[in-house]
Protein backbone atom coordinates (compact mmCIF):
# COMPACT_ATOMS: atom_id res chain seq x y z
CA UNK A 1 0.00 0.00 0.00
CA UNK A 2 1.41 3.09 -0.98
CA UNK A 3 1.79 5.94 1.62
CA UNK A 4 0.54 9.35 1.27
CA UNK A 5 3.65 11.50 1.22
CA UNK A 6 4.61 9.36 -2.09
CA UNK A 7 1.17 9.94 -3.56
CA UNK A 8 1.46 13.41 -3.03
CA UNK A 9 5.12 13.34 -4.47
CA UNK A 10 3.64 11.50 -7.65
CA UNK A 11 0.52 13.74 -8.28
CA UNK A 12 3.03 16.79 -7.99
CA UNK A 13 5.39 15.56 -10.64
CA UNK A 14 2.28 14.47 -12.83
CA UNK A 15 0.89 18.03 -12.17
CA UNK A 16 4.55 19.55 -13.78
CA UNK A 17 4.39 17.01 -16.72
CA UNK A 18 1.00 18.43 -17.47
CA UNK A 19 1.49 22.08 -16.98
CA UNK A 20 4.42 21.59 -19.24
CA UNK A 21 2.64 19.96 -22.05
CA UNK A 22 0.01 22.40 -22.03
CA UNK A 23 2.61 25.45 -22.77
CA UNK A 24 3.95 23.72 -25.44
CA UNK A 25 0.69 22.96 -27.32
CA UNK A 26 -0.25 26.45 -26.51
CA UNK A 27 3.29 27.40 -27.80
CA UNK A 28 2.99 25.67 -31.21
CA UNK A 29 -1.11 27.15 -31.44
CA UNK A 30 0.41 30.45 -31.31
CA UNK A 31 3.40 30.12 -33.86
CA UNK A 32 0.94 28.33 -36.53
CA UNK A 33 -1.45 30.98 -35.60
CA UNK A 34 1.07 34.00 -36.43
CA UNK A 35 2.80 32.24 -39.35
CA UNK A 36 -0.98 31.47 -40.67
CA UNK A 37 -1.60 35.05 -40.55
CA UNK A 38 1.59 35.92 -41.85
CA UNK A 39 1.09 33.76 -44.72
CA UNK A 40 -2.54 35.05 -44.92
CA UNK A 41 -0.82 38.59 -45.42
CA UNK A 42 1.56 37.53 -47.60
CA UNK A 43 -1.06 35.80 -50.14
CA UNK A 44 -2.89 39.27 -49.37
CA UNK A 45 -0.24 41.15 -50.51
CA UNK A 46 1.19 38.91 -53.07
CA UNK A 47 -2.70 38.63 -54.64
CA UNK A 48 -2.96 42.73 -54.55
CA UNK A 49 0.34 42.82 -56.36
CA UNK A 50 -0.67 40.37 -58.96
CA UNK A 51 -3.79 41.97 -59.02
CA UNK A 52 -1.32 45.85 -59.83
CA UNK A 53 0.59 44.03 -62.20
CA UNK A 54 -2.86 42.13 -64.38
CA UNK A 55 -4.29 45.60 -64.32
CA UNK A 56 -0.92 47.01 -65.58
CA UNK A 57 -0.25 44.39 -68.04
CA UNK A 58 -4.20 44.94 -69.48
CA UNK A 59 -3.08 48.60 -69.78
CA UNK A 60 -0.19 47.51 -71.60
CA UNK A 61 -1.61 45.08 -74.00
CA UNK A 62 -4.65 47.48 -74.69
CA UNK A 63 -2.72 50.49 -75.67
CA UNK A 64 -0.07 48.16 -77.73
CA UNK A 65 -2.29 47.07 -80.72
CA UNK A 66 -3.42 50.70 -80.91
CA UNK A 67 0.72 52.01 -80.91
CA UNK A 68 1.08 48.74 -83.42
CA UNK A 69 -2.27 50.48 -85.61
CA UNK A 70 -0.37 54.31 -85.25
CA UNK A 71 3.41 52.18 -86.27
CA UNK A 72 2.03 50.72 -89.14
CA UNK A 73 -0.53 53.48 -90.41
CA UNK A 74 2.30 56.09 -90.10
CA UNK A 75 2.53 58.02 -93.12
CA UNK A 76 6.00 57.95 -94.16
CA UNK A 77 7.75 59.70 -97.34
CA UNK A 78 8.13 56.87 -99.73
CA UNK A 79 9.28 57.86 -103.29
CA UNK A 80 7.82 54.31 -104.45
CA UNK A 81 4.04 55.55 -103.42
CA UNK A 82 3.48 58.82 -104.31
CA UNK A 83 0.68 59.58 -106.56
CA UNK A 84 0.16 63.16 -107.92
CA UNK A 85 -2.27 64.09 -111.09
CA UNK A 86 -0.82 67.34 -111.42
CA UNK A 87 3.01 68.63 -111.26
CA UNK A 88 3.78 70.34 -108.40
CA UNK A 89 5.57 74.33 -108.63
CA UNK A 90 8.88 73.80 -107.86
CA UNK A 91 8.92 77.22 -108.51
CA UNK A 92 9.17 77.76 -104.91
CA UNK A 93 12.51 76.12 -104.31
CA UNK A 94 15.18 77.97 -104.72
CA UNK A 95 17.30 77.21 -108.28
CA UNK A 96 20.30 74.84 -107.68
CA UNK A 97 20.67 71.92 -105.96
CA UNK A 98 16.83 72.32 -103.81
CA UNK A 99 15.23 72.46 -106.73
CA UNK A 100 16.95 69.99 -108.53
CA UNK A 101 16.43 67.36 -105.40
CA UNK A 102 12.88 68.44 -105.26
CA UNK A 103 12.58 67.36 -109.51
CA UNK A 104 14.08 63.87 -108.84
CA UNK A 105 12.16 63.38 -105.80
CA UNK A 106 9.08 63.91 -107.83
CA UNK A 107 9.80 62.09 -111.27
CA UNK A 108 11.71 59.05 -110.17
CA UNK A 109 9.26 57.18 -108.92
CA UNK A 110 7.33 57.21 -112.12
CA UNK A 111 10.48 56.64 -114.30
CA UNK A 112 11.28 53.59 -111.89
CA UNK A 113 7.92 52.46 -112.02
CA UNK A 114 7.87 52.37 -115.81
CA UNK A 115 11.03 50.91 -115.97
CA UNK A 116 10.14 47.96 -113.18
CA UNK A 117 6.85 46.84 -115.25
CA UNK A 118 8.71 46.79 -118.79
CA UNK A 119 11.70 44.45 -117.12
CA UNK A 120 9.04 42.37 -115.60
CA UNK A 121 7.43 41.99 -119.24
CA UNK A 122 10.74 41.61 -120.97
CA UNK A 123 11.70 39.04 -118.85
CA UNK A 124 8.27 36.95 -118.91
CA UNK A 125 9.40 37.03 -122.75
CA UNK A 126 13.01 35.80 -121.96
CA UNK A 127 11.58 33.14 -119.96
CA UNK A 128 8.31 31.70 -122.51
CA UNK A 129 10.85 32.46 -125.68
CA UNK A 130 11.68 28.60 -126.27
CA UNK A 131 8.51 27.19 -124.42
CA UNK A 132 6.36 25.53 -126.34
CA UNK A 133 3.15 25.07 -124.16
CA UNK A 134 0.85 28.13 -123.79
CA UNK A 135 -2.39 28.34 -121.72
CA UNK A 136 -4.83 30.87 -122.86
CA UNK A 137 -3.70 33.83 -120.68
CA UNK A 138 -0.23 33.90 -121.55
CA UNK A 139 -1.37 33.63 -125.82
CA UNK A 140 -3.47 36.86 -124.44
CA UNK A 141 -0.53 38.37 -122.45
CA UNK A 142 1.70 38.58 -125.27
CA UNK A 143 -1.23 39.29 -127.93
CA UNK A 144 -1.55 42.66 -125.40
CA UNK A 145 1.99 43.04 -125.49
CA UNK A 146 2.30 43.04 -129.61
CA UNK A 147 -0.51 45.32 -129.55
CA UNK A 148 1.07 47.56 -126.70
CA UNK A 149 4.82 47.95 -128.97
CA UNK A 150 2.81 47.81 -132.10
CA UNK A 151 4.61 44.48 -132.90
CA UNK A 152 2.37 42.09 -136.12
CA UNK A 153 2.14 38.73 -135.01
CA UNK A 154 -0.95 36.53 -136.46
CA UNK A 155 -1.13 35.15 -132.78
CA UNK A 156 0.77 31.40 -133.99
CA UNK A 157 2.54 30.74 -130.56
CA UNK A 158 5.02 28.87 -132.98
CA UNK A 159 5.91 31.76 -134.87
CA UNK A 160 6.43 34.52 -132.66
CA UNK A 161 8.52 37.77 -133.62
CA UNK A 162 10.80 37.60 -130.41
CA UNK A 163 13.88 39.57 -132.34
CA UNK A 164 10.83 42.43 -132.89
CA UNK A 165 9.56 42.32 -129.42
CA UNK A 166 12.63 41.71 -127.58
CA UNK A 167 14.22 44.75 -129.47
CA UNK A 168 11.29 46.91 -128.14
CA UNK A 169 10.34 45.73 -124.95
CA UNK A 170 13.28 46.86 -123.02
CA UNK A 171 13.99 49.93 -120.60
CA UNK A 172 14.59 53.13 -121.51
CA UNK A 173 17.54 54.20 -118.71
CA UNK A 174 16.49 56.00 -115.47
CA UNK A 175 18.79 58.58 -115.42
CA UNK A 176 18.25 59.03 -119.26
CA UNK A 177 14.98 59.56 -118.48
CA UNK A 178 15.45 61.96 -115.46
CA UNK A 179 17.97 63.94 -117.82
CA UNK A 180 15.80 64.17 -120.87
CA UNK A 181 12.73 65.81 -118.66
CA UNK A 182 14.99 68.11 -116.38
CA UNK A 183 16.28 69.53 -119.89
CA UNK A 184 12.26 69.66 -121.34
CA UNK A 185 11.09 71.23 -118.62
CA UNK A 186 13.59 73.27 -116.93
CA UNK A 187 13.56 71.12 -113.83
CA UNK A 188 10.06 71.00 -113.75
CA UNK A 189 9.64 75.16 -113.88
CA UNK A 190 7.95 75.00 -117.12
CA UNK A 191 4.52 76.20 -117.93
CA UNK A 192 4.17 72.77 -120.58
CA UNK A 193 5.06 70.72 -117.11
CA UNK A 194 2.97 72.75 -114.77
CA UNK A 195 0.18 73.00 -116.88
CA UNK A 196 0.22 69.62 -119.59
CA UNK A 197 1.91 67.08 -117.44
CA UNK A 198 4.16 67.46 -120.30
CA UNK A 199 7.85 67.09 -119.21
CA UNK A 200 9.29 65.89 -122.48
CA UNK A 201 7.98 68.68 -124.83
CA UNK A 202 6.16 66.01 -126.64
CA UNK A 203 3.65 67.60 -128.95
CA UNK A 204 0.33 66.52 -130.04
CA UNK A 205 -1.19 65.16 -132.93
CA UNK A 206 -3.64 67.40 -135.23
CA UNK A 207 -7.12 66.00 -134.16
CA UNK A 208 -5.40 65.27 -130.49
CA UNK A 209 -4.84 68.44 -129.18
CA UNK A 210 -6.36 69.47 -126.20
CA UNK A 211 -8.60 73.12 -126.18
CA UNK A 212 -8.76 73.44 -122.78
CA UNK A 213 -8.29 76.56 -121.61
CA UNK A 214 -4.67 77.11 -119.52
CA UNK A 215 -3.38 74.30 -121.34
CA UNK A 216 -0.35 75.08 -123.78
CA UNK A 217 -1.82 74.67 -127.50
CA UNK A 218 -0.14 72.39 -129.40
CA UNK A 219 1.39 70.05 -127.31
CA UNK A 220 0.35 66.68 -125.14
CA UNK A 221 -1.83 67.22 -122.21
CA UNK A 222 -1.46 64.34 -119.87
CA UNK A 223 -4.24 63.65 -117.09
CA UNK A 224 -1.29 62.47 -114.63
CA UNK A 225 2.92 62.48 -114.17
CA UNK A 226 2.54 58.37 -114.66
CA UNK A 227 0.91 58.95 -117.85
CA UNK A 228 3.61 61.41 -118.99
CA UNK A 229 6.41 59.22 -118.55
CA UNK A 230 4.68 56.17 -119.56
CA UNK A 231 3.95 58.01 -122.99
CA UNK A 232 7.89 58.90 -123.56
CA UNK A 233 8.86 55.47 -122.52
CA UNK A 234 6.14 54.05 -125.06
CA UNK A 235 7.26 56.81 -127.82
CA UNK A 236 11.03 55.86 -128.23
CA UNK A 237 10.10 51.91 -127.67
CA UNK A 238 7.59 52.84 -130.74
CA UNK A 239 7.97 55.35 -133.21
CA UNK A 240 9.95 55.07 -136.12
CA UNK A 241 12.18 57.95 -135.46
CA UNK A 242 13.80 55.90 -132.83
CA UNK A 243 14.49 52.64 -134.63
CA UNK A 244 18.04 53.28 -134.09
CA UNK A 245 17.94 53.95 -130.41
CA UNK A 246 16.25 50.44 -130.32
CA UNK A 247 18.78 49.12 -132.69
CA UNK A 248 21.59 50.07 -130.79
CA UNK A 249 20.26 48.92 -127.36
CA UNK A 250 19.68 45.75 -128.68
CA UNK A 251 23.25 45.38 -129.51
CA UNK A 252 24.27 46.40 -126.36
CA UNK A 253 22.08 43.31 -125.21
CA UNK A 254 23.46 40.86 -127.24
CA UNK A 255 27.12 41.96 -126.17
CA UNK A 256 26.35 41.18 -122.28
CA UNK A 257 26.29 44.83 -122.51
CA UNK A 258 24.56 46.88 -119.58
CA UNK A 259 21.96 49.72 -120.70
CA UNK A 260 22.63 52.62 -119.13
CA UNK A 261 22.46 56.79 -119.93
CA UNK A 262 25.91 57.56 -120.30
CA UNK A 263 25.96 54.65 -123.36
CA UNK A 264 22.79 55.59 -124.61
CA UNK A 265 22.50 59.42 -124.81
CA UNK A 266 24.58 59.61 -127.91
CA UNK A 267 22.91 57.14 -129.19
CA UNK A 268 19.22 59.00 -129.81
CA UNK A 269 18.76 60.51 -132.84
CA UNK A 270 15.89 62.35 -134.29
CA UNK A 271 13.98 63.92 -130.73
CA UNK A 272 15.21 67.32 -131.11
CA UNK A 273 16.45 69.67 -134.57
CA UNK A 274 19.56 70.50 -132.70
CA UNK A 275 20.82 67.27 -133.80
CA UNK A 276 24.16 66.11 -132.45
CA UNK A 277 24.02 69.18 -130.09
CA UNK A 278 21.15 68.32 -128.54
CA UNK A 279 22.82 65.17 -127.48
CA UNK A 280 25.74 66.63 -126.63
CA UNK A 281 24.20 69.00 -124.24
CA UNK A 282 22.38 66.27 -122.42
CA UNK A 283 25.26 64.20 -121.95
CA UNK A 284 27.08 67.21 -120.52
CA UNK A 285 23.73 68.21 -118.60
CA UNK A 286 23.63 64.11 -117.18
CA UNK A 287 27.08 64.07 -116.18
CA UNK A 288 27.00 66.95 -113.94
CA UNK A 289 23.93 66.04 -112.11
CA UNK A 290 24.64 62.28 -112.07
CA UNK A 291 25.65 62.21 -108.40
CA UNK A 292 22.63 64.18 -107.15
CA UNK A 293 20.29 61.20 -109.36
CA UNK A 294 22.35 58.64 -107.42
CA UNK A 295 20.56 59.35 -104.44
CA UNK A 296 17.35 58.35 -105.96
Given amino acids: MISNPIRRFGAAILMLLTLSFSAQVLAQKHTSKATSHKAHKTTHVTAKKTKATAKNSHSRLKASPKGSVLASSKQEYSRNSVSLNSFPDLRKYPSGTPRKKAFLRTIMP ?35 LSGKYKVAWNGNTKRVPWNALLDRVDIIPTNMVATMAAAESGWGTSKLARSNNNLFGMKCMKGHCSGDAGKVKGYSHFESLDESVAAYVTNLNTHNAYSSFRKERSKLRRSDQEVTASNMIHKLKGYSTRGQSYNNYLFAMYQSNQNLMAAY
Fill in 110 to 144: YINRQNAAITADRNWLISKQYDARWSPSETARLKD
